[in-house]
């Protein structure tokens, strides 16, 4: 196995590692809960705009050239969780429409920066006192995509069954999944609070 698949996997395996890695599946499931199958544009860009996100971050701070403070990361990235979540309470279906800009691409931008920090004290402990990582963060950022995909393809799937074929409204869709993500969220945020 080369270089670049054993860190492409541990992307891919970070992001899709339930058990691990639930707290960044929440927030990918919170970006995509406004929208469903035919919606595949917008939720392309907003992947998109949250992988630009976190793999800035997660360069930076893989080099140390950013210093992130462990702790307060891991308790942001709930943070941002609970508050795309509950933004989509209020979100109209028509806004959705009418807008080209999307609040939530700024939210998958901007928390992306967040939830690179965290995807980077992971790298850094498997990488070690290596420098030439080049490679390395490629292969683990397309791997992290990879597993985003996955996701999204999944949810998008059972958005589509669920909306489309059973024909659940798209409003009781949005309210049901924001609600059991925002209170996920909640619970997570207290047990990291850090003060």
Not at 83 to 89: C, G, Q, R, W
Not at 132 to 139: F, G, K
Not at 156 to 178: E, G, N, P, T, Y
């Amino acid at each position: 196995m080369s270089e670049f698949q054993l860190y492409f996997g541990l992307g891919k395996d970070h992001i899709l590692d339930y058990a691990n890695g639930y707290d960044h599946i929440l927030f990918v499931v919170a970006l995509c809960a406004v929208y469903v199958m035919r919606d595949w544009k917008r939720v392309l860009i907003l992947i998109t705009a949250f992988t630009v996100g976190h793999s800035v971050t997660l360069a930076l701070a893989t080099l140390e050239i950013i210093s992130v403070n462990a702790v307060l990361v891991e308790f942001l990235i709930p943070v941002t969780i609970f508050v795309t979540a509950f933004s989509n309470l209020f979100r109209s279906e028509d806004s959705l429409v009418s807008r080209p800009l999307q609040t939530n691409y700024l939210y998958a931008l901007f928390f992306g920066l967040i939830h690179g920090m965290g995807f980077s004290n992971y790298l850094r402990a498997i990488l070690g006192k290596d420098h030439t990582i080049a490679t390395q963060l490629l292969a683990f950022n397309l791997g992290l995509e990879f597993g985003q995909i996955i996701i999204v393809a999944i949810f998008m799937l059972a958005a589509f069954v669920l909306v489309d074929l059973v024909a659940v409204s798209r409003r009781d869709w949005k309210l049901v999944i924001s609600s059991a993500t925002a209170g996920i969220a909640l619970v997570l945020v207290k047990d990291k609070i850090f003060w």
